[in-house]
């Protein structure tokens, strides 16, 4: 799941990195707003963490803006002000949660799951279809009450693929969830892992939908 981070303090976007990083997300972080505005213009993110005290341009208009173009990616905002009317602006400015300063890396993922979980219209914290269980915080999948033991980026396609049954996603699309601006991607890596997937849980479970992308079909 690709996230964008926008947090102007080194020591605390490095650390968010890092742990983010630990929990599957591919992460693209940047530390100025004006530049962070670009970026959602023209990038696809499942979520953003944004704080609102930024250089250049501060992470309420960023918030506004964002809302402006109709774009509904949910938005955990990181602020050191716990205050009733700040938390009321930021709402109705357009975030989904709020995080105060100083928080628990625990507890930053279990409300970026949450905001996924309610963006993708689930109840349960679980995603499952035809024997398949998969647990976004455990990062554990299982087949039929049978443990799967999956790759990171095995877990991360299936995970997008059943956040996604019925429908079309293209490759380029998958690539786009799975990898941040500086990593390196071989030509065929979505291939191959789909490959272990079907291997792993059932050769039908993915349909290849030839020059379009990779579906899970409902039924």
Aim: aromatic share 6%; hydrophobic share 40%.
């Amino acid at each position: 799941m690709r996230l964008l981070l926008v947090e102007d303090d080194e020591i605390l976007g490095d650390g968010l990195v890092a742990g983010l990083k630990m929990e599957g997300y591919a992460v693209d972080w940047l530390t100025n707003g004006k530049l962070a505005d670009e970026a959602l213009k023209i990038n696809s993110y499942e979520l953003i963490v944004l704080d609102l005290n930024l250089p250049d341009m501060n992470g309420m208009d960023i918030l506004r803006a964002l809302r402006g173009r109709k774009d509904e990616t949910p938005v955990l905002v990181l602020t050191a002000k716990d205050t009733v009317p700040d938390r009321i602006l930021g709402l109705d400015s357009g975030a989904d949660d709020f995080v105060i300063k100083p928080f628990d890396l625990n507890e930053v993922c279990a409300r970026l799951r949450a905001l996924a979980r309610r963006n993708e219209g689930r109840s349960g914290p679980n995603i499952e279809h035809k024997g398949i269980i998969l647990d976004p915080a455990s990062h554990q999948v299982t087949l039929h009450n049978d443990k799967v033991d999956l790759s990171q980026k095995e877990f991360e396609i299936l995970s997008f693929l059943m956040s996604n049954i019925g429908r079309v996603i293209s490759r380029a699309r998958l690539e786009e969830s799975l990898y941040s601006w500086n990593s390196d991607i071989e030509s065929n890596t979505v291939e191959v892992h789909i490959h272990y997937l079907r291997k792993k849980l059932d050769p039908m479970l993915i349909r290849t939908v030839r020059g379009v992308g990779y579906i899970i079909d409902e039924d």
